[in-house]
């Protein structure tokens, strides 16, 4: 079981070690060499040295080193392992503290600690500097002239580097986002920031002061934060579901004759597309069907409240005892593996089987155990976090609020009451997939259509959806299929005429 360089006191990433806690579970082994004790576990809290002891005391496995030979079971045997274990942890820690105070040291004297420099440097092994990258600092000088000198915004700076080619900071493509993060280190200046305050760098600097002030002058922005303009936006609640990019708020607005400004209609977008990045998206959501849809089903758990709260408890409650009892047919299964694997050497021994049947029932078996021992550990880990942080309470009172406020909320205190019962969204063309913060009929994650698809029937290519030509046949689910239905007050609102998706929740 070889984690290679992996640190030992990282238990949780080694992939060997959790292999071979899961073998020891599965009484596989009776005895584990190592060349320190040390190396099975070094955390600084003994906590992974404990429930590694408490493991192999359980199971009769001992430890040997090539100092001395280890049983979990002995009384001083236990007490040599503890000290071993206690000794490692002093040298971590003490360890820890001197690779900080001198990472502080160098910082405080604007040293480059490693790691990938900043945009537009490369580092310099022999003065221990970051120097000018030749073409990446030229990109730099022409962001903060754009932006200081001729006051370009930030999304012309994006075009410009999007139309000629300039290397990106990650090798992706460029985005507002970036050149924002670029004009505000102050690295370009000769500076780097050590805990608040602006130090001197071991840099050359790209730009003066003065350009650098500047630019911090162009980012000032009005007092107060700009509140999303759709209710799930925000965190990254909403994902697209065919690129996994983050969903934000795409809108138009339409004028009269007159030349006065109408109504401004507001969708949901996948932020993939305008990056670039290849999406099989067709459509962008108008906010009304998928927050229609949102609000529809937290309105039909509001009239079924208590029967959907008894069911979320007798959920919780049957999975205290249901998955231990899969817990033990799994290891049932991996025993049997085991056994299975000594018969098939027993017969190898003589002279049923040859080497080559050996080995290839042998390669089978391995991969069943790997199998059944990923599922213990993935039913191991959904035991220990059975229930979540489900408060029964706090799912009332968040159902209660919702019920109370919805007809005569503004859209700010839709968002506050949506917040807390939703926790995230992915959406498709025609469905979306809701993940509520608790449990419902089992499962968090919930999938519904959404009302507004426009045709019911195959389209042909050529046909326009949204803003897309179809190159091939597509089909969508028509509004047949759901039972419309509408709320007072808000819900009046056109924003938020809602066709509610039809859903057996009670």
Known sequence: ???????????????????????????????????????????????DSLNFLNLCAEKAVKIATPERLLDPTDTASWFLALMEGGFSAVEIKTLKKRIREGQQVARSKGRWLGGIPPYGYRYNRDTRMLVAHPENAKNIRTIFHERVVNGTSVDSIVKTARNHGWATPRGGVW????????????????????????????AETLIDQATWN????????????????????????????????????ASSTWYRKDGTKGNTHRYYHCYGRHLGVPCRTLRTIPNWELEGVVLGVLAAICEHRNEILDGIQAYLTSLQGALPE????????LRAVIAAEDKLLRAYEAGAISLEQLKARNEANRQQSEATQKDIMALDLRIARQGGDFSR?????????????LEDASFEELRELVDPLVSGVTLFNEKAEVTFSFPLDGEAKHEFSLPGTSVADDLAPGSVVGRRV??????????????????????????????FARASLS
């Open 393 to 405: 309470a706090r799912l009332e009172e968040g159902l209660d609020r919702f019920r109370e406020k």
């Open 326 to 333: 899969q817990r033990k047919s799994l290891e049932a299964q």
């Open 214 to 249: 500047a630019a911090q002058s162009c980012r000032v922005r009005p007092p107060g934060r700009r509140q999303p303009a759709l209710m799930l936006t925000g965190r990254g609640r909403v994902r697209c579901g065919y690129c996994g990019s983050n969903v934000n708020c």
């Open 470 to 499: 179809l190159t091939k046949k597509a089909r969508f689910p028509g509004t047949a299929e759901l039972n419309r239905l509408t709320l007072g007050g808000v819900l009046a609102d056109p924003r938020y005429k809602v066709a």
């Open 1 to 47: 079981y070889d984690d290679g360089v992996i640190s030992g006191s990282e238990v949780e990433t080694r992939r060997e070690m959790v292999r071979l806690i899961s073998d020891i579970q599965a009484g596989r082994i009776k005895i584990v060499l190592c060349i320190e004790f040390s190396r099975l576990s070094r955390d600084d809290s003994m906590g």
């Open 175 to 202: 985005v507002s986002c970036t050149i924002h993060r670029l004009l505000r280190n102050p690295v370009y200046s000769g500076f780097v920031k050590f805990q608040g305050k602006l130090v001197p760098a071991a």
